[in-house]
């Protein structure tokens, strides 16, 4: 059943409000990682820090683990600019979470005009005139840097991504510029191996049958090693919904060079999601479409023909996880102003691959407003509590937002670092939310001024 809830969350004199409809409990069915204790309404409001970086609930408490423009650990240079997608992983020193090191690789959104560019490394940098990428940082148990250098680089608009299912990272470009274009001297568009283990090293090849469009966000379907990538397009006609469906399904490490089937999905008559605005309303018999040209060598793919019956678009295709047995995608919003059928304010879409069904889950933000804060839901998370974890990516203060199992909206974070001018201010969006193996901290980053936190305190409350 259809239920409707609309939580305003507050801490002194800011406001942030979420509004939102539909079944929560649905994201987390069957999804263990979210099944802990966790509370019915958050932490408590948000504390104001008086150093002015990162406002957090009491009993929590932050470190900055690195800063854009201090000296990379390794010597390779500077800590790169727009710290975007990220994900942990257990260190090599125990799989537990708990005594062992832990990986946090992290993405570099930069584009040509980037003040600190991923510096280039032999045997790690695909196109020398790229400034994208991603750098890895080793941490100790109790998040103490060890390391930090650079994953991957000569690679563009390094947006979000996602780890395999063999523990390496995924990075995904956001761009579909050509060699030739902008300075570039080869192909972008594509998604990246990359690794941090001796055993797992990072590949500098690009996976070229997984598509070049702008991607965003992958996750694998853990049973048969699909993959589910969004698109994030700028213009209309927007981005597309797709699978692949790999030569070497849960093939381990380095199979997804062997190439596979890229398709998109065709919701039969919608052509563009935005006009869905009921949760819980569902489609059946939902279809797979091969990709005509996944190289786009002439034409982008969101341009390309797929036959009478066309293929479903949706603007600000964003995050994308895998839960249960089922695959969830965000679109963060859609404006018709800006060419969507329709408009909200961010939407969960839930995709059963057994029963080809798909669901609109969640609907997002405020009734009327579209510039009110606690729009556009980007990168989101399981929350160790129960729950999600959301960056949102709209305007005013910028929020980390809880949503616990139970219905309630509520602030984790609410970032201070003005980017702007006293007289117009603004403040860097949250990206890359992410815990600890052992769920004991909260890694995000503050796209700009590039800043990635570790966050620690009573998560089971």
Not at 244 to 253: I, R, S, V
Request: aromatic letters at 10%.
């Amino acid at each position: 059943m259809t239920t409707r809830r609309q939580v305003l969350a507050r801490s002194g004199a800011l406001g942030a409000g979420i509004a939102f409809s539909g079944a929560l409990s649905e994201l987390f069915t069957g999804t263990a990682a979210a099944q802990g204790t966790g509370g019915r309404s958050g932490y408590g409001p948000l504390v104001e820090d008086p150093e002015g970086v990162l406002d957090l609930p009491k009993g929590f408490r932050y470190k900055i683990l690195s800063r854009e423009g201090d000296d990379l650990r390794s010597g390779e240079g500077k800590v790169p600019s727009h710290c975007d997608g990220m994900a942990a992983f257990a260190g090599p020193h125990g799989h537990d979470g708990r005594h062992g090191s832990t990986w946090l690789v992290r993405n570099h959104e930069n584009r040509m005009d980037a003040e600190h560019g991923v510096p280039t490394v032999e045997g790690l940098t695909y196109d020398p005139e790229a400034l994208g990428g991603c750098t890895v940082l080793e941490l100790g148990h109790d998040d103490e840097v060890l390391q930090e250098r650079v994953g991957i680089a000569g690679t563009s608009t390094n947006c979000a991504g996602g780890p395999s299912l063999w523990d390496t990272w995924l990075t995904c470009e956001e761009t579909e510029f050509k060699a030739g274009e902008e300075g570039y001297t080869k192909d972008h568009g594509f998604i990246f191996e990359v690794g941090f283990r001796k055993d797992r090293p990072t590949s500098t090849e690009p996976l070229t049958a997984m598509g070049r469009f702008q991607h965003e966000a992958v996750a694998f379907d853990p049973r048969n090693g699909v993959v589910y990538e969004t698109e994030d397009a700028f213009e209309k006609p927007f981005g597309l919904f797709y699978r692949f469906l790999p030569e070497k399904p849960l093939g381990g490490y380095g199979s997804l060079h062997a190439g596979g089937t890229l398709q998109a999905m065709r919701v039969p008559g919608v052509p563009d999601l935005s006009v869905v605005q009921e949760p819980g309303t569902s489609f059946e018999g939902i279809e797979w479409v091969d990709v005509p040209d996944p190289l786009a060598a002439e034409t982008p793919i969101r341009f390309q023909d797929f036959g009478k019956d066309g293929i479903t678009h949706a603007q600000k295709l964003e995050g994308c996880y895998w839960g249960g047995k089922s695959v969830y995608f965000v679109s963060s919003y859609a404006k018709s102003e800006e060419g969507s059928q329709a408009d909200h304010y961010g939407q969960i879409w839930r995709y059963d691959p057994k029963h080809k069904k798909l669901t609109l889950v969640i609907v997002f933000g405020p009734d009327t407003d579209l510039e009110l804060p606690g729009e556009e839901p980007d990168n989101i998370c399981l929350a160790p509590s129960g729950g999600l974890m959301v960056c949102e990516d709209g305007e005013g203060a910028q929020h980390v937002f809880g949503l616990t199992k139970h219905g309630a909206v509520y602030p984790m974070a609410r970032g201070r670092q003005n980017v702007g001018t006293p007289e117009e201010p603004a403040w860097g969006e949250f990206a890359g939310v992410t815990f600890s193996p052992d769920n004991r901290t909260m890694y995000v980053n503050c796209y700009d001024p590039g800043t990635t936190f570790a966050v620690t305190g009573p998560w089971r409350h």
